[in-house]
């Protein structure tokens, strides 16, 4: 069975720092790779999704990277913003899609 | 895309009964997807269900506690039964996309809490 880690579990920094959140998965027979957001009480946002393929995506301050040798995936946020503040949650897909442990994230202003 | 309603949104039960949880898609799809979130807690997969087959549940979780219908392949219903507090979670029904290496789309959840 797939096991997909996350770290850090939690992360605090101010306003305008560059972040880096970490996935790891232990199968490396993946079909994608995406991240999502999840503000408390809320569903679940999706941000970016990697093909397997790839080796990254971008989407204005987001960039997700993929190593699916190594079983690694990383979002990079840039110039990050108290409304970034939210758990990070990363899904690997196969057959089946599992969900990272996530990293919550408080940027203060 | 796709898109999800999910049905209740949210209940509370008392201990010892049954919910059917009901997830409907606006289009055809192979698999679907039972998530449970326990409070606090990331996104946990329950089983995945299939049509015209039985339902393949992960470790941890067995039909007799959570049974799932998957009559077409529009609907599926995610029963919990003889609940227990144990079992306060929001639970999720989630689709691919078409073809492998799609988004995953997910319906509102339904937020679950027994007395």
């Known amino acids: 069975k797939q096991e997909v880690t996350q770290i850090p579990a939690a992360l605090s920094v101010p306003e305008g720092e560059n972040l880096v959140l970490n996935c790891s998965f232990t199968?490396?027979?993946?079909?994608?790779l995406q991240w999502f957001r999840q503000d408390p009480g809320k569903g679940l946002t999706s941000l970016l999704l990697i093909q397997s393929s790839q080796r990254e995506q971008t989407s204005g301050r987001l960039n997700a990277s993929l190593d699916k040798s190594s079983g690694r995936s990383t979002l990079y946020i840039a110039a990050s913003q108290p409304g970034d503040s939210a758990t990070y949650l990363c899904?690997?897909?196969?057959?089946?899609?599992?969900f990272g442990t996530g990293t919550s994230l408080t940027v203060i202003p | 895309s796709a898109v999800i309603s999910q049905k209740p949104s949210r209940d509370i039960c008392q201990r010892g009964t049954s919910l059917t949880i009901q997830c409907q898609v606006d289009?055809?799809?192979?698999?679907m997807f039972w998530y449970r979130q326990q409070p606090g807690q990331s996104l946990t997969l329950i089983a995945t269900a299939n049509q015209g087959s039985e339902a393949t549940y992960e470790s941890g979780f067995v039909i007799d506690k959570f049974p799932i219908s998957r009559p077409n392949l529009t609907f599926s219903t995610l029963t919990v039964s003889n609940m227990s507090p144990e079992d306060s979670s929001i639970y999720l029904c989630?689709?691919?996309?078409?073809?492998?290496?799609?988004?995953?789309?997910f319906g509102s959840g339904t937020q679950l809490s027994v007395l």
């Open positions: 989630s689709v691919p996309g078409r073809g492998r290496g799609e988004k995953l789309f």
């Open positions: 899904a690997v897909g196969g057959n089946q899609f599992y």
């Open positions: 289009s055809q799809v192979t698999m």
């Open positions: 199968d490396s027979a993946i079909y994608n």
